[in-house]
């Protein structure tokens, strides 16, 4: 069963199934068998990392890992942020605001209110945008077709987001 990696160079792969113990595997180009069962969706080790190792967006190892085993909880930890960091205690006391609170909406003939529906998702690491935009092609796509909205993705190095614009038949 082919596994895959988020980006290039990450030292595990994510189970597209379920992996049987002794079961062959490869992730990109890399072949190797599962030394232990791997439910679909956890990580399996694609070459060895040594205790206190630091696995690529995961964490750092708390054992030995060899190519093949399943990298979940056991064996890998987020270790604590030793930076030190400085709460601000200022404060100030604000007044709320005069104005009378709005409705960003429209009525319609029957006299019944609405809103503008938005689907919003956020990439919130960098590693993610290759899952991100296939989500965009794969879920808003049909949602394209069935509605003629569009489309468009925006992105960035550290920034990307897709977004869709329904023409008015299709936000009722």
């Known amino acids: 069963m082919m596994q895959r990696r988020a980006t290039p160079g990450d030292d595990v792969a994510v189970a597209r199934g379920d992996i049987a113990e002794g079961q062959p595997v490869s992730a990109d180009g890399i072949s190797l068998v ?13 070459r060895p ?10 964490g750092q190892a708390t054992q030995a890992i060899e190519p093949g085993d399943h990298v979940h909880v056991n064996n890998l930890d987020m270790p ?11 404060y100030a006391p604000t007044s ?3 104005n009378p609170a709005t409705f ?25 945008l290759p899952q991100f935009d296939r ?12 509605c003629g909205s569009e489309l468009a993705r925006d992105g960035g190095s550290t920034h990307h987001r897709c ?4 023409p008015p038949a299709c936000q009722t």
Do not use: F, M
């Open 135 to 146: 989500w965009c092609t794969s879920i808003l796509r049909p949602v394209q077709v069935s």
């Open 34 to 46: 599962a030394r232990q069962a791997i439910p679909s969706g956890h990580k399996i080790a694609l």
């Open 163 to 166: 977004h869709r614009q329904a």
């Open 49 to 58: 990392v040594l205790a206190g190792q630091r696995v690529l967006k995961y």
């Open 96 to 98: 709320l605001s005069e």
């Open 104 to 128: 960003e909406g429209y009525v319609r003939e029957d006299g019944r209110v609405g809103t503008r529906n938005y689907i919003g998702v956020i990439s919130n690491v960098n590693c993610s």
């Open 80 to 90: 604590a942020n030793t930076t030190e960091h400085s709460v601000r205690n200022v």
